[in-house]
């Protein structure tokens, strides 16, 4: 459980750096024709959908990994193939906390490519359909976005070594960013309500989100490099699992 707290607060510190990422996106989603409630109804149906996505992630890499461990004794191959898991792992999100700490290349970098850029138009697209299946949709395809805060937390669900275990980690990552997207949300209804005259297109406030990345906003920034140490000391721990022999752990 302890763990799982670092893992959310990694969440709430990397939020910061899903407002570059992602923030243009919740602003754009918009009001529902309902009122008020239904706006925020519609900004929760979008979070439920991201987070819906991050718990399949999760629970597929804990799945992976416990096919890759087994389920036999310690002395066996299976135990060797899951601590070998634990220090791939424990690497990979300390490589990953170095670099949105800072340390290494560009700090909170996000990577991309011909995928990211289809799943950026297919949200887009979203964005103007006003039904309620909408914002749910939208939500699932932001989801799988690209993402190195979602790669360093897919690693941990792997080290698990369970389906539960790597949903449990990916929810508690989730939820951790749950209420900077959703005052993100509320932030584009404000301006929208504030704008109503003007009839303020989306496109235009989704590109001034997008345009500034958290590494170049130093808020942001501090918020991201929080998130890296977090996952930094999470990467400590799990590559502890595969170097210490598990006998020496405690239950």
Sequence with gaps: MSNL?????AGAAGSMHCVGMCGGFACGLGPAPGG???SWLRH???NLGRI???AFLGTLAGYLGMLLAGHAGESSMA???QRGLAILSGLLMLLIGLNLAGFVGRGGHALGGAGAQWLAQSLRTLLRQPGPAAPLAFGVLNGFLPCPLVYAFAAQAAARGTALGGLQVMLAFGLGTLLTMLAMGGLGLWWRARHR???IPVQPVVASFLAAPAARVGWRMQGVRAAGAF???LGLITLARGVVPMSA???
């Design 79 to 81: 135990s060797m193939v």
């Design 197 to 199: 005259s003007g009839a």
């Design 5 to 9: 707290w670092l893992v959310f607060l």
């Design 36 to 38: 008020r409630l239904a």
């Design 44 to 46: 929760l149906s979008y």
């Design 52 to 54: 819906c996505s991050y």
């Design 249 to 251: 752990h405690l239950h």
């Design 231 to 233: 996952i930094f000391l």
